[in-house]
Each structure stands twice: as structure tokens, then as C-alpha cells.
């Protein structure tokens, strides 16, 4: 589905020789070998001793980046050994379902448990099966998506759009007199521009009373945010944009 080389689901050490032996390792890539298909990612795994500044986010998000084959599809899990924490960071297409409190909340009751009894395999095992479980969550249930979340809003803003021509259409059309239906018409004499207003001419016949009237109306200035609407949603992939949190034990 990926259209990549990569195995569906992988798993891969970082500097856990001494911490992780040999033999709970392999059972450990045996249990993500035997997970349900589903979701494709990369998990890592890797163990410090400890995180200068205890600036664990910084780091866990700068090792994903540096250590993943496949950094759109990765999720990085750092154990700093002495500090007693554990920070996740995920690719940021799994942002909304890694919110740092969904994180936190992961890893609370599925690593600190058995870390807190000092079995970090245990530990290990009980997340990555967490984490898949919510990889493959539907979209929707563990959080609301983006896109549907722009889409709910893309729809109130065109229905209030559709509100206010409507408005404006049906008080163009009324007459200031006697409030009956006339005929309105309008024309620009001078364009607006960024920088200054323009002029218009609206025209209007009330089909009543007869009122009739002509009248200059002043052009607002155009405002640059609809000059260049949609170019300041460039999402990125800083650090701020990974998902992920932490947990002490
Ligand atoms: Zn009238």
C-alpha cells in the first residue's frame, strides 16, 4: 500500500546492547512479526543513559529523523535509563492520533507499569502492541481528523457566505421607503486596490412606490489576506510538527 520495499511493520534497536539482551530482543521483534496486518510503520527503539536538560521531546524528535529508514511512516520510543522517562515522536502524519496527551496517557498505563517492576522488555512489549492497536484505530474515533475537522469548517464558512449574500441581496432589493421589492443594479467607476478604496454607482427602482435613486458607494480597500489565501498553510516538518509525549516511571 506504501509502494515501498519495506517490510509492513518493522522494528529496530538503537544502542540497547547492555540495556535489552539479545534473547528478549528477538522475542520482541518476533511479537511485532506476529501483530495483524494492518497499518505499515516503522518502530525504533532506542536507550540512553540520560538527556542533557531533560529535553526529551528535542531529542526524541531529532533521533526519528536520524535514524528512520522510512521518516513518514517511523515512531521513536527513547528510554532514558536514568532519568526514569519515556518520550515518543511519530511521523506527523500520526500527529492527531499521538497528541501529547493521548501519548502520555499510552504510555502511562502500558510502559510505566512494568518498567516501574524494572522489566523493560515487558515494557517494550506491551507498548509496541499498544501502538499499533492505535495506528489501526479508525480515523475518527481516537480523534476527530484534520481533514474532516476542514471540511466541517470549510462548510459553516460557505453557509455563512451563503447567509450574508443573501442578506446583503435581499437588502439591496428593499426599498428604504416603503420596504417593498425593487430593482437594483450597480457598476464599478473606479477599482479598489490593496491600497485604496474604489468607487461604485448603485442604481435602484422600487417597483411600489416608484422611488428611484442613484447613488456613489465607496469600494473598500481589497485586504491582502484574500490576495493570497491558502499560502500560509505550509505544512512543514519541523520538530514542532511531530506527534508524540512523554511519561516519567
Ligand atoms: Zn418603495
Known amino acids: 500500500m506504501s509502494g515501498d520495499n519495506l517490510p509492513s511493520r518493522t522494528l529496530r534497536f538503537i544502542d540497547v546492547a547492555g540495556e535489552i539482551p539479545p534473547e528478549a530482543r528477538e522475542q520482541l521483534l518476533a511479537l511485532v512479526r506476529r501483530l495483524p496486518d494492518g497499518h505499515p510503520f516503522e518502530l525504533l527503539v532506542q536507550v540512553v543513559a540520560t538527556v542533557p536538560g531533560r529535553r526529551f521531546r528535542d531529542q526524541a524528535v531529532a533521533s526519528r529523523r536520524e535514524h528512520s529508514v522510512n521518516p513518514d511512516r517511523s515512531v521513536m520510543l527513547v528510554v532514558s535509563r536514568d532519568d526514569r522517562h519515556v518520550e515518543l515522536a511519530t511521523a506527523p502524519c500520526w500527529a492527531s492520533r499521538f497528541s501529547e496527551a493521548e501519548s502520555h496517557a499510552l ?29 489501526d484505530e479508525p480515523v475518527g474515533r481516537s480523534a476527530r481528523s484534520p481533514a474532516v475537522a476542514v471540511g466541517i469548517g470549510v462548510g459553516l464558512a460557505v453557509l455563512l457566505g451563503v447567509c450574508g449574500v443573501l442578506f446583503a441581496f435581499v ?54 489576506s484574500s490576495d493570497n489565501s491558502g499560502s500560509s498553510s505550509d505544512s512543514g516538518s519541523d520538530s514542532s510538527s511531530d506527534g508524540g509525549g512523554g511519561a516519567d516511571w
Open 107 to 135: 504510555l502511562a498505563s502500558h510502559f510505566v507499569p512494568a518498567m516501574k517492576a524494572g522489566d523493560l522488555p515487558r515494557a517494550l512489549g506491551a507498548t509496541i502492541q499498544a501502538i499499533a492497536a492505535k495506528l
Open 171 to 224: 437588502r439591496n432589493h428593499t426599498c428604504r421607503d416603503c420596504r417593498g421589492w425593487g430593482d437594483y443594479s450597480e457598476r464599478e467607476l473606479i477599482a479598489a486596490t490593496s491600497t485604496s478604496e474604489g468607487r461604485g454607482e448603485v442604481h435602484f427602482h422600487c417597483g411600489k412606490c416608484g422611488a428611484d435613486y442613484t447613488e456613489i458607494r465607496s469600494i473598500p480597500v481589497r485586504s491582502s
